[in-house]
């Protein structure tokens, strides 16, 4: 058995390996399921970033560890109802998946806090079971909420196909990178003061180094760090019902 000091290193390496003399990568740690003891323990090994999918698990944990110098990221579905508690408590949404959702978001950001850093989620694999952008509506979507006065658009965020092979992950994690790239042109015609969108958070456990190859700078890392997750009751990354 391995310790959890000793799978966040190998993590690490990974990264490293992965990405060297490429883009910056940073880690996120991806902590749904697990308890606040466990996110503490990684904090003290350092790790600064935690992701979290489920609302209410998310917003009890953060009362938990408020005394600590932990940056949130909220990567699960967000439904309309629940946009107020992410635009109070997260320093990131990487899952914003419908112009409604950053609108809200952006209305419901406390007026203390620096705005709230978003992904704009992309289906990148036009899969009926997952919400986000189709790439072909997203450019002008980022133009909309690159106006929003209390967010930041930092990227793209998307989870590709499950059970592929190799290359098409990374046919996937490429049209990701076009697609960054595409919606800053865009962008800077528009605004030439606009900053660039510099986030492309894509990769997880079983295919992090692929994703890093074709420029995540940000992969979500769960079970390679804390292990395999406890079956969980809710159903993950399902379609929203409130579109
Ligand atoms: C659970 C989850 C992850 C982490 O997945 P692992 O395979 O455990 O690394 C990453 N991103 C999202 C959106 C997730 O829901």
């Not at 323990?41 to 600064?48: F, S, T």
Request: charged residues 25%; negative net charge; hydrophobic residues 35%.
């Amino acid at each position: 058995m391995s310790t959890l000091s000793e799978r966040y290193q190998w993590v690490c390496e990974q990264i490293d390996v992965a990405s060297a003399n490429r883009q910056h990568v940073s880690l996120l740690a991806v902590s749904k399921t697990r308890s606040s003891d466990e996110v503490l323990d990684l904090h003290r090994l350092g790790q600064v970033a935690f992701g979290e999918n489920y609302i209410q698990e998310a917003v009890d944990k953060i009362n938990d560890l408020k005394e600590h110098n932990i940056e949130w990221h909220f990567i699960g579905p967000l439904q309309s109802n629940k946009s107020r508690l992410a635009a109070e408590n997260f320093a990131w949404v990487h899952t914003v998946d419908r112009l409604k959702i950053a609108k809200r978001l952006s209305d419901q950001r406390p007026a203390e806090q620096p705005p709230l850093n978003i992904c704009l989620q992309i289906n990148i694999d036009q899969e009926d079971s997952k919400s986000g952008f189709l790439a072909d509506e997203v450019v002008q979507v980022a133009v909309e909420v690159s106006r929003l006065p209390n967010l930041s658009l930092r990227g793209l965020m998307a989870i590709p196909k499950a059970d592929t092979t190799e290359a098409e992950q990374t046919r996937s994690f490429q049209k990701m990178a076009d697609l960054l790239q595409t919606i800053n042109q865009t962008l800077s015609q528009e605004n030439p003061d606009h900053r660039p969108l510099d986030t492309l958070s894509m990769g997880m456990s079983s295919d992090m180094a692929t994703a890093i190859h074709c420029g995540a700078t940000v992969v979500r890392i769960g079970t390679a760090i804390f292990g395999p997750r406890p079956v969980s009751p809710r159903p993950a990354e399902t379609k929203q019902d409130d579109h």
